[in-house]
């Protein structure tokens, strides 16, 4: 299931992510693929490790510390900010937002992962179509 | 009017003098032209008719200045008491020259006019004083507030001006509209109200729930309420709109909250069914081969009830929504053989753990439907986890999908296990609704089919059951394909959003699922 992903060897994923088992599952199953993962907790400190740096993919949960989500997400959208963005956000949480929210995220967002709703290996899957 | 009849003999007397005087000029100069000069006849006549015209011209100007120059002065005043004009003077009534004691009188009178226009004007304003002052207005527990024709605030009762933390001066004589940030649920709004009432009736009443109060200032608060209006045209005191709030603001933030505390819960129950699953798959690759077959099946097993309980949290979050009216639904266009084979092939371990097999049979020439995949995984791992849960003994279910006679497609899920009494299947979609029969032998919610009855409907399908007891049920259920999707249902171009049953990714090209 995971053959795809050998040739994406050098694909670098930014997880910000608070639950560090969720965390933990995340990064081992992205790095069996190949990826090169960081996991950052921190929502404040996540979004300067995507301004400072090129990821290909950033994972981004919504309720975590310092800055929410919905802030990280709109802070590297906004081009003052961060100028120069080349990676897909893709939103993985498990709060149903509200009507609107969604309609923010699907606006400003790559893609939306219900957390639960799938397995690391099925995120594997999932980001592998991601080109 | 003494004056009056006097200015008039006056005026009579004057015109009187003054023809005497012209004609007394005429024969004077005609007696000294023919007697005393000696003029021959047409030269008399000639300058006589010259004088005949010249005179007039002479005395009419201030013939005229006599009867005008009262006029202008009272002309004047008019003006000088005019609300509107600003920049004409008071009449100097000592340059009166004719008339004087007739146009200081009218003038007076102008006076008194304007006075007493005043006096109204204040006596309105009194009258919204007398509210201010009135008890039962003032101590009514209820924000209350009084307009006037021109939609401006009179009054505010105590109730009201702590309801918006301002004061009196803050509020009255303002605009209601510009002072009251009112959002109203539909285009029914208060101004529209009041502009249908004007003019259509002379008294009216009208309630609106749910208005939204946005009160600004430094800490900018939002309340909810219920407003009701009554209206009277004729209310001689100029009180012509009253408004009454009712604060619902905890009632409705309540209902708002619903769904939050339901969310939340949800988020609360998912963060861990995330790691169980994550820990269950990670056990499951790492031990690969090293388990016994038992053991193996035991992983298999908390799998598939990770699995499950993942099924039942989106189902309670479901039923949350549509209980709120927050289900919304995105129907794209969709191949339904592929998302029926990705469905059936993610639950099929849930079928072989209990030694079911799960069969599927899916007529290839089926069209594109109109669905919303996420809800549709939903349906479809309901009347799975249900054909599974009354399979009994029957070991087989199969999954079958057809064009139907009617143009559409059709999906059923057939099991051969303990089947449906027919007493209980016309309630076996209803909420909570579970049958007695089985109730203790096989555990559920009773939201399942609840669940799935709610999202066929809003995709526009039909959903039914066939079952007779001891033999198994079958749940059926239709789609509309695509093409025959009102308008207004379709969701094609939503930024390319290609979307799962577990979520959504952008852009067609990069996806292949």
Redesign the interface.
């Known amino acids: 299931m995971e053959d795809a992903s050998n040739t994406q060897t050098s694909k670098k994923i930014l997880c910000i992510e608070d639950?560090l088992?969720?965390g933990e599952?995340?990064s081992?199953?992205l790095k069996k693929a190949g990826y090169d993962v960081t996991v950052e907790p921190d929502g404040q400190k996540g979004l300067e490790l995507a301004q400072t740096n090129q990821f290909d993919i950033i994972l981004l949960d919504l309720?975590i510390p310092t800055i929410t989500g919905i802030d990280v997400l709109h802070q590297l959208r906004d081009k003052n900010k961060t100028p120069e963005l080349k990676a897909k956000i893709?939103i993985t949480t498990?709060?149903?937002q509200?009507?609107e929210v969604?309609a923010d995220i699907?606006?400003q967002a790559?893609?939306?992962?219900?957390?639960?709703?799938?397995?690391?290996?099925?995120l594997v899957d999932?980001l592998n179509?991601?080109? | 009017m003494d004056h009056l009849q006097q200015f008039i003999k006056r005026g009579k007397l004057y015109a009187y003098i003054l023809i005497v005087l012209i004609n007394f000029v005429l024969i004077a100069s005609w007696w000294v032209i023919s007697q005393i000069l000696h003029l021959p006849s047409p030269v008399v006549l000639s300058i006589l008719f010259i004088l005949a015209i010249a005179l007039p011209l002479i005395v009419v100007p201030l013939v005229s200045t006599i009867f005008v120059q009262p006029l202008t002065f009272v002309w004047q005043a008019i003006l000088y008491m005019a609300p509107e004009t600003t920049s004409v003077p008071a009449p100097e009534l000592h340059k009166v020259r004719y008339a004087r004691e007739l146009v200081t009188n009218l003038v007076n009178h102008v006076y008194q006019l304007a006075d007493a226009s005043k006096h109204v004007a204040k006596t309105v304003n009194k009258e919204a004083e007398g509210l201010h002052n009135n008890f039962i207005a003032n101590s009514l527990p209820l924000p209350l507030m009084v307009l006037d024709k021109h939609e401006t605030i009179l009054f505010a009762n105590t109730a009201m001006l702590h309801y918006l933390g301002q004061s009196e001066e803050d509020v009255v004589n303002q605009s209601v509209y510009s002072h009251l940030d009112l959002s109203f649920e539909t285009d029914d709004t208060l101004d529209t109200w009041l502009k249908h009432a004007k003019s259509k009736h002379v008294a009216t009443s009208k309630t609106w729930e749910r208005v939204r109060l946005t009160i600004r200032g430094d800490k900018p608060t939002i309340k909810l309420l219920d407003l009701v209006a009554y209206y009277n045209k004729s209310n001689p005191a100029g009180y012509e709109t009253m408004l009454v709030c009712f604060d619902r603001t905890k009632t409705y933030a309540q209902d708002e909250q619903a769904i939050n505390f339901v969310a939340l819960a949800v988020h609360e129950l998912r963060t861990p069914l995330t790691m169980l699953r994550g820990y269950i798959e990670a056990l499951d690759e790492e031990l690969k081969g090293k388990l016994n077959d038992e053991l193996s099946g035991f992983l298999q097993k908390t799998q598939v009830a990770a699995g499950q309980l993942a099924t039942f949290v989106n189902n309670i979050l479901n039923v949350a929504r549509i209980e709120d009216d927050h289900m919304v639904l995105k129907l794209q266009k969709e191949n339904w053989q592929e998302v029926l084979n990705t469905a059936i092939n993610e639950l099929r371990p849930r079928a072989q753990v209990r030694g079911i097999d799960l069969k599927l049979n899916i007529a290839d020439d089926l069209p594109e439907v109109g669905a919303d995949r996420v809800s549709l995984y939903e349906v479809i791992s309901n009347l799975i986890d249900n054909a599974i849960k009354y399979s009994g003994q029957g070991k087989e279910i199969i999954v079958s999908a057809k064009l139907s006679k009617d143009g559409l497609v059709e999906t059923t899920i057939e099991d051969h296990g303990v089947g449906i009494p027919a007493s209980a299947i016309p309630r076996v979609f209803d909420k909570f609704y579970r049958d007695h029969h089985n109730r203790s032998q096989i555990g559920g919610s009773g939201l399942g089919l609840y669940l799935c009855k709610t999202i066929i409907k809003a995709h526009g399908g039909n959903i039914w059951v066939h079952s007779k007891e001891g033999e198994g049920s079958t749940f059926g259920f239709t789609l509309l394909p695509y093409s025959e999707l009102a308008d207004e249902l379709k969701n094609e171009d939503n930024e390319g959003i290609v979307r799962n049953a577990h979520g959504w990714i952008k852009n067609h090209s990069l996806y292949r699922g």
């Open positions: 639950e088992f969720i599952l995340y081992r199953a309720m893709i498990n709060l149903e509200r009507e969604k699907e606006h790559d893609g939306y992962i219900v957390k639960a709703n799938i397995t690391p290996r099925e999932f179509n991601i080109q």
